[in-house]
Nanobody, 131 residues
Framework: QVQLVESGGGSVQAGGTLRLSCARS?????????MGWFRQAPGKEREEVAR???????KYADSVKGRFTISGDIAMRILYLQLTSLTPEDTAMYYC????????????????????????WGRGTQVTVSS
């Protein structure tokens, strides 16, 4: 029903900047969908990085707050993640994700489990940050 394709990953030096993109296709965008980015480093669990709902409310993991910015076009056909001041600890596979919710505001109020069966995932794009 929903397909997600990420792009924009790469290798950068510490302190550098990257802009990740996620193209959504399939079903028409619903205002109930929560969209965001997760990341997973080798040997670690997949963790939420940032999310955005249909009215523009955003949330960020403490580890990236002030450095990363999530945004999208009005219909969320394209989702972005701007990564600045990158450190080696940001090295991971970054995944675009979408999750249906009961309302647009539920995206802001509810937790978002990386293992929920309702999640839609892209295949991921690798971000590697060197010292």
């Amino acid at each position: 029903q929903v397909q997600l394709v990420e792009s924009g990953g790469g290798s950068v030096q510490a302190g550098g900047t990257l802009r990740l993109s996620c193209a959504r296709s399939g079903s028409a965008y619903s205002r109930r969908y929560c969209m965001g980015w997760f990341r997973q480093a080798p040997g670690k669990e997949r963790e939420e990085v940032a999310r955005i709902n249909s009215v523009g409310t955003t949330k960020y993991a403490d580890s990236v707050k002030g450095r990363f910015t999530i945004s999208g076009d009005i219909a969320m056909r394209i989702l972005y993640l701007q990564l600045t001041s990158l450190t080696p600890e940001d090295t991971a596979m970054y995944y675009c994700a979408s999750s249906p919710r009961s309302s647009a505001y539920a995206c802001d109020l509810e937790s978002w489990s990386a293992t929920a069966s309702s999640n839609y995932w892209g295949r991921g794009t690798q971000v590697t940050v060197s010292s």
